[in-house]
């Protein structure tokens, strides 16, 4: 019996992986997992490390091509809302791993938060955009990381500080398997002015 029997009530078998691309091509995953909380996040890599199943995180889909024959082991899908809780509390912005880029920027935005919007028509998910440095000639969002939760590929979770992490273009020093949660730090504007930036930007962006 595997391990990963346990989780056949949030498992896809042989889940084809073209819907959640962007792309909408590329084959199935031979194990399609949606935990509903971080703890069972946990809990389905440590069984996926006892039975040396390999264990694959899906993100936005945005910038991931699947290849035709599919994805061996584990692929890891996190929908669930605990992963997208989002909260801003003075120039402080907390986001789960998977919550949205653009919602994260329109929150920003409206609480008077002025640096993401730089990040404007840019897909995928917070975590997705750390981990890449996401950004454009405008700014990068590394600059603005204060903090990064993350999980390794043994299921451990621990913060990384943003003083140990680097950033350059395109490019974070985050390598472990999965980030948890953001926390950015961001410079207090009148929140008028960034939406006008911020409409300009995806003019000429168009």
């Known amino acids: 019996m595997s391990s990963l029997d346990q989780f056949s009530e949030i498992t896809k078998y042989d889940e084809p992986l073209a819907g959640y691309t962007w792309l909408k091509v590329g084959g199935p995953a031979q194990m399609l997992i949606e935990p509903r909380t971080l703890e069972e996040v946990e809990a389905v890599v440590k ?3 006892a039975d040396e199943v390999p264990v694959r995180v899906l993100g936005g889909g945005s910038n991931l091509l699947v290849r035709d024959e599919g994805v061996s082991g584990v692929v890891l899908r996190l929908v669930d809302d605990s992963f997208k809780q989002l909260e801003i ?6 986001a789960g791993g998977a919550t949205v880029l653009s919602h994260v920027i329109a929150e920003s935005v409206k609480a008077g938060l002025a640096g993401l919007e730089a990040l404007t028509g840019i897909p995928g998910t917070i975590g997705g955009a ?7 000639r405008h700014g990068d969002i590394g600059q603005f990381v204060k903090s990064v939760g993350v999980m390794t590929v043994k299921g451990d979770r621990f913060t990384r500080s943003g003083d140990e992490l680097s950033f350059d273009y395109r490019f974070s020093s985050i390598n472990e398997m999965l980030v948890t ?12 002015e960034i939406a006008r930036r911020m409409h300009k930007l995806w003019i000429m962006k168009k």
């Open 89 to 94: 509390e003075g120039n402080t912005v907390r």
């Open 130 to 136: 750390v981990r890449g440095n996401a950004g454009g």
């Open 47 to 49: 069984a996926a490390l």
């Open 181 to 192: 949660d953001v926390t950015l730090e961001l410079p207090s504007e009148d929140p008028e």
